[in-house]
């Protein structure tokens, strides 16, 4: 079974700083789609970040970008010039191709992140 | 366009009852998967729906069961609630077929059982 983890619970950024969180996940597929969800204090999961495993240029939206090691399974996130915005709660999530009985998404235990103005 | 709707927001039940929550998907977004959230078990899976088809289940016992309406609407619906029925449970709905492009999350409803 796919498995996600993040080991840190939470960190903390200075604002206008730079930020990055790490994630690692388990799998033995070779093609695959990896995600960065936000969940602020709303409660809605916003999809910031999507990578597809077949690509090996590392994804990029606005000021967030992921580092991508497909060997190592590595999946981190960066977020440069940190917003108050910004603080919420981050998850990593895994999905295997197809629509078979294994292609749901498999989430991390999420990292909570804060930023000092 | 609307995003993802759930209703209610907020819901309290006793032990025993039984709940139906309710989602309604971006429009044109045919797949719709449910999650449960709580702090001890994180984010896990209950199930997909695709055209009114549930196309995928997570492992959650048979009191959790779900549909899908032909305007791509879902409920679920938990009968005998216990006390560890009480978290967020997230709709999510998907454009593509094969849910690659991410999924939109609507804001969840709290529920407390008691």
């Known amino acids: 079974a796919q498995t996600v983890t993040q080991s840190q619970p939470e960190m903390s950024v200075q604002e206008a700083e730079t930020v990055t969180l790490s994630c690692t996940y388990d799998t033995s597929e070779s093609d695959y789609y990896l995600f960065w969800y936000k969940q602020p204090p709303s409660r809605q999961m916003i999809l910031v970040i999507r990578?597809?495993?077949?690509?090996?240029q590392n994804a990029t939206e606005n000021r967030f970008s992921v580092n991508f090691q497909k060997a190592a399974k590595s999946f981190s996130l960066k977020i440069s010039d940190s917003q108050l915005g910004d603080a919420a709660m981050y998850f990593c999530?895994?999905?295997?191709?197809?629509?078979?009985?294994?292609?749901?998404?498999?989430f991390g235990k999420g990292i909570t992140l804060s930023v000092r103005p | 366009k609307a995003g993802v709707t759930q209703t209610p927001r907020y819901l309290i039940k006793t032990r025993g009852q039984q709940v139906t929550l309710s989602c309604s998907p971006i429009?044109?977004?045919?797949?719709v998967s449910w999650y449960q959230q709580t702090p001890g078990q994180g984010l896990q899976f209950l199930f997909e729906y695709f055209s009114e088809t549930q196309r995928n289940k997570g492992n959650f016992p048979g009191r959790f069961s779900g549909r899908q309406f032909s305007n791509s609407r879902s409920e679920m619906n938990v009968s005998t609630l216990e006390l560890g029925d009480s978290a967020l449970y997230l709709c999510a709905s998907s454009q593509d077929t094969y849910n690659n492009y991410g999924y939109t999350f609507g804001s969840g409803t709290r529920l407390t059982v008691v």
């Open positions: 999530a895994y999905r295997p191709p197809g629509t078979g009985a294994n292609s749901k998404l498999t």
């Open positions: 990578q597809e495993a077949y690509k090996q």
């Open positions: 429009s044109g977004h045919r797949s």
